[in-house]
């Protein structure tokens, strides 16, 4: 048995990966096992597709049309396409890991440098999304069956819920999320979903921006298709009665929802902490399994984020060893792996 043969008839399982895991030969046995569908960690994200030479030596030719570079892109369609697995994009339009320069008049590499001007944010805004998924369709056409259009714009410590630092914010205003889905909708390839992506969904006052700011206003106009929850856990400090009710208020707006980076942190191998991952895996799972069977919320992919407990980005971020994942170093199934799987069996 194994996690996508399990879910099969509920949702799509993935996992993020990075560039390394696609190339490790038991990484891919794991992957081809378990998943239908991946997300590339880092490598599909703008600072690995902005040709940063290019743009910044010639800002006169690339001022309004971005220069893209697909390689590390094209290495996640590859082995998506040779392994059969689907592909989520991550992500077209964040605040973070795109270069300060991209939003600069000129391109320009000083920080201090004036932010360029709306209309030349909107054109480069455009030009990168044009450019990402034109390319894609062309080069393997239905491998990527979700993006991430738009990733954490809102921010649950602002009172009107916008992240007001983001730079995309600062040049544009509150519509860049706007404009994202319409150029998104305007160049996907037909059956692509768009979505709209970001962390603490099942925080109260942050469901409600989200449902009031940004989906509401797609629907009506027709650009988005889903809603990404992320699913950063912390075990024990996360209330899974209000992920639930956050599944339910994103799946009675008629959209699709997807978890979309799924870990729950946790600082200890002991097991009992094991034991504890393992249950709230379960009740997450059997939250997400009876939304889907009782037609309360169309549940379509859950992705954990990363294969392993030793890879986690968790360990950095937290600073502290993090073991929140259903395989251990060396691919072992968790307590957490036999409790997911118990949901459906
Ligand atoms: O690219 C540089 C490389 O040049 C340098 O040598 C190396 C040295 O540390 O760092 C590299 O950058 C790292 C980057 O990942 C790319 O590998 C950063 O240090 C590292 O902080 C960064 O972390 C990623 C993080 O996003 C950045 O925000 C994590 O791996 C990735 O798991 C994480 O993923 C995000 C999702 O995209 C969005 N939701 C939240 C989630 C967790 O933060």
Redesign the pocket.
């Known amino acids: 048995m194994s996690l996508k043969k399990a879910y099969e008839q509920y949702f799509k399982i993935g996992t993020?990966v990075s560039k390394w895991n696609m190339e490790w030969p038991q990484a891919t046995r794991e992957l081809q096992k378990h998943y239908n569908s991946i997300t590339g960690?880092?490598g599909m994200?703008p600072m690995f597709v902005l040709d940063m030479q290019e743009n910044v030596e010639h800002p006169e030719k690339y001022n309004i049309n971005p220069a893209l570079n697909f390689d590390s892109i094209r290495s996640f369609l590859k082995f998506s396409s040779e392994n059969g697995l689907g592909l989520r994009g991550?992500?077209l339009v964040w605040h973070?890991?795109t270069p300060l320069w991209f939003f600069k008049e000129n391109y320009s590499l000083d920080e201090k440098a004036p932010w360029a001007d709306k209309e030349t944010m909107l054109a480069r805004m455009e030009g990168y999304i044009r450019g990402v998924l034109t390319f894609v369709e062309k080069e393997c056409p239905g491998v990527i069956y979700a993006w991430d259009v738009v990733?954490?714009a809102m921010e649950e410590n602002e009172e009107d819920g916008w992240r007001k630092k983001s730079p995309w914010y600062q040049t544009v205003g509150e519509d860049f999320v706007a404009y994202a889905f319409r150029f998104a909708r305007k160049y996907a390839g037909p059956g692509v979903k768009l979505f709209y992506n970001d962390?603490n969904t099942f925080l109260p006052k942050k469901r409600e921006d989200i449902c009031n700011l940004i989906l509401k206003p797609l629907l009506k106009e027709g650009v988005i298709d889903g809603i990404g929850m992320?699913g950063?856990l912390i075990l024990n400090d996360s209330d899974l009665k209000e992920f639930e009710k956050s599944v339910l208020a994103f799946g009675e707006l008629g959209l699709e929802v997807q978890v979309t980076?799924l870990d729950i942190h946790c600082n200890s191998p002991e097991e009992e902490a094991m034991k504890q991952l393992a249950d709230t895996y379960a009740k997450l799972f059997g939250i997400l399994v009876d939304a889907k069977k009782n037609g309360k919320a169309n549940v379509t992919s859950v992705t954990f984020?990363g294969m392993k407990d030793d890879e986690s980005?968790l360990t950095?971020?937290r600073k502290e060893k993090s073991y929140p994942l259903l395989f251990g170093e060396k691919y072992q199934e968790k307590a957490a792996y036999e409790a997911v799987m118990r949901v459906v069996q």
């Open positions: 993020s960690e880092n994200k991550h992500t973070n890991q990733n954490e962390y992320q950063h980076e984020w980005w950095g971020f």
